[in-house]
């Protein structure tokens, strides 16, 4: 049947509450394991308290010695004023152990495959943003704060259920009498007061927006455009709308439902007008002796703190990013797999790296895991040894992919690329990947020193000062200047100083020893004669390697020996640029495209001649 012991186990534990606590305990558990004791010290208080009292009037009113009672009352006194300071203390501790423990858990499952799967998938936006933004406080508080709130809610529901069970000598029905009573509110009150739908994709998307709009506005990165184009009031009004739908669902989300805080009022009262009138009518009837009232009274002034408080607000908002990061892992695992090798990785074919490789594209046929059809079908392409070989096409035509693929960040449906005959699969992956110098069109630009840019794992700087004057970047900033105005000492360059940076780390990695290069349009900022010149500079230091080179401006095409039209996911055109001019085909077209339009501008540029023949 549908309910089952062994389906409601599974349930409870599949509970983000539960999940949190299992991670919590797993994550830190020494200092979880405090951090429980005391909140079971601090649970016990009022009970205690209720006892101790009841206890010490016990004693006054029998005269009796009052030495024990007194010691009683003093230990329970001082756990009181002592345990919530020491558990807020350790619950901080916890809280901060358990983000780092997350945030390196997000950082494994960023980095630990091997593809980029992962990290190109937009259903897992959601997820990445819970598990990344958890701490900054914008879906609710910081874990190590959360953690005092978690503390007091627990504090409070077990702290009464405690005081309730004293009843227990009073009478058998007072304790559940009291949990239904105050319980009620858990139930009734669930949707007042508090906002507990923080982390709903709708709320998420309003967040990421307002966030986003937030972000054009304040960041230098758009302040051109945002002005060139009027946009300002767009993305003021972007901003508050967004804004204020997520004020909205706030709103609606938190208002008091006041017929159910009528009904638990109702409830409540009624529970304790019942019991404390019995308390009282058996006290003054003298069946019960002042230490019982006393302490009964206590116990079940105590068991309030049931009542609905923002414990489940709180372990929301704390179970959130576990349940994200947890269910990242293995996505993100699976995603960013690449096939398994077909043959453990040849030894021999991992070190024997020094010269150029000749890379074959054989049959290859490749498709997004999210895309809707073959980006690439049944491309073959070789690039021989120590050759340069240039890949034209449209936009969308599979280019940067044939790069991603060569980079092994992905792994072709069907077919292989073969590296000296090898599939790619079969070689050590670590050991290709610092075979291959690659240069992207997105590039990073590490906020770091320039040394650091050009050889991110460090280099001689005779290594850093040729690579860069090799990619005609010499003297743009102190090789110990950071690359970031926001840095002291900070140098902000054009994105053009950037692509020949870039470029000067992938020439610092041939001189390394890497014998393939990967160019993806990486000049694209560069004007014409700056891309010609500096791929000229490029071919000429990594002579000795194989190199593929993305590009669509045809004066830097031409420079490579050999050249492919890619369209539609195959390879239509290979051959040399005299060769291909010889065809007439698709790059005929496109070159001539080209320079018709250089020749355009040529009549209204005085050094015309020049720039056509540069961009010819
Ligand atoms: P090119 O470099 O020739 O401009 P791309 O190789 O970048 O083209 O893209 C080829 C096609 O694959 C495009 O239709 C693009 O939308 C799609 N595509 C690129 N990256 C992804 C991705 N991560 N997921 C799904 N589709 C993608």
């Given at each position: 049947m549908a309910t089952s012991p062994a389906r409601i186990l599974g349930e409870l534990r599949a509970r983000p509450a539960t999940r949190f606590f299992r991670c919590l305990t797993r994550s830190v558990p020494g200092l979880a394991a405090a951090w429980w004791l005391l909140l079971l010290v601090r649970a016990l208080v009022p009970a205690g308290l209720a006892i101790a009292t009841g206890l010490l009037v016990g004693r006054v009113q029998a005269g009796s010695d009052l030495t024990a009672?007194?010691?009683v009352f003093g230990v329970v006194f001082v756990a009181s004023q002592v345990s919530p300071s020491v558990h807020q203390v350790v619950g901080a501790l916890l809280g901060h152990h358990l983000s780092s423990v997350l945030n390196d858990r997000l950082m494994a499952a960023s980095l630990g495959p091997d593809?980029?799967?992962h990290l190109e998938r937009g259903d897992l936006t959601n997820d990445l943003t819970t598990a990344r933004d958890f701490d900054l406080g914008w879906t609710g508080p910081p874990m190590f704060i959360n953690m005092d709130f978690i503390a007091q809610g627990l504090v409070m529901l077990l702290g009464g259920i405690a005081s309730s069970l004293v009843l227990v000598g009073f009478a058998w029905w007072a304790p559940p009498l009291l949990l239904l009573g105050w319980g009620s509110t858990h139930w009734?009150?669930?949707?007042?007061?508090?906002w507990r739908d923080r982390n709903t994709d709708e709320v998420k998307a309003a967040r990421r927006h307002t966030d986003y709009a937030y972000d054009l506005a304040t960041e230098p990165a758009a302040a051109k455009e945002v002005r060139l184009f009027g946009l300002a009031p767009w993305l003021l009004e972007r901003f508050t709308g967004h804004r204020l739908h997520l004020h909205q669902l706030q709103y609606d989300a938190t208002r008091l439902r006041e017929r159910s805080l009528a009904g638990a009022l109702v409830i409540v009262l009624a529970t304790n007008a019942l019991l404390f009138g019995v308390l009282a009518h058996r006290g003054y009837a003298g069946s019960l002796d002042l230490r019982a009232v006393v302490t009964y009274a206590g116990a079940g002034f105590g068991s309030s703190a049931i009542a609905f408080?923002?414990?489940?607000?709180?372990l929301d908002g704390a179970a959130a990013p576990v349940v994200a990061?947890?269910?990242?892992?293995?996505?993100?695992?699976?995603?960013?797999?690449?096939?398994?090798s077909r043959v453990a990785p040849r030894p021999s074919s991992t070190t024997s790296g020094s010269a150029a490789p000749e890379i074959r594209f054989r049959d290859v046929t490749f498709t997004y895991p999210t895309g809707s059809g073959p980006v690439l079908e049944h491309l073959d392409l070789t690039v021989p040894a120590g050759a340069s070989l240039a890949i034209v096409g449209q936009n969308g035509a599979g280019k940067t992919t044939l790069a991603k693929l060569l980079c092994r960040l992905y792994d072709p449906d069907s077919g292989s690329i073969e590296i000296d005959g090898v599939d790619l699969r079969e070689l050590d992956l670590v050991a290709w990947r610092s075979r291959l110098a690659a240069v992207f069109q997105d590039f990073v630009r590490y906020e770091l020193p320039l040394r650091d840019n050009v050889a991110p794992l460090g280099a001689d700087t005779s290594v850093?000062?040729?690579?860069?004057?090799?990619?005609?970047?010499?003297?743009l900033a102190e090789l110990d200047a950071p690359l970031a105005k926001g840095y002291p000492g900070g140098v902000e360059l054009s994105g053009g100083q950037w692509q020949r940076v870039a470029l000067a780390r992938a020439i610092a990695k041939v001189h390394g020893g890497a014998s393939a290069v990967l160019l993806d349009e990486p000049t694209a900022m560069l004007d014409v004669r700056g891309e010609s010149e500096i791929f000229r500079r490029v071919l000429g230091s990594t002579a000795a390697a194989t190199t593929v080179l993305v590009s669509h401006r045809f004066s830097t095409v031409r420079q490579a020996e050999l050249i492919c039209v890619v369209e539609q996911g195959r390879a239509l055109e290979l051959g040399?640029?005299?060769?291909?001019?010889?065809?007439?085909?698709?790059?005929f077209t496109m070159y001539d495209l080209q320079a018709s339009r250089f020749h355009d501008e040529r009549e209204l540029d005085e050094h015309g001649e020049e720039l056509v023949h540069d961009h010819l």
């Open positions: 009672a007194l010691a593809g980029v799967g009734l009150l669930r949707e007042s007061g508090v408080g923002g414990l489940s607000w709180a990061i947890e269910r990242l892992e293995v996505e993100m695992a699976r995603a960013g797999a690449l096939t398994a850093v000062e040729g690579a860069l004057e090799q990619a005609g970047a010499l003297g040399t640029h005299d060769e291909l001019m010889a065809l007439r085909g698709r790059y």
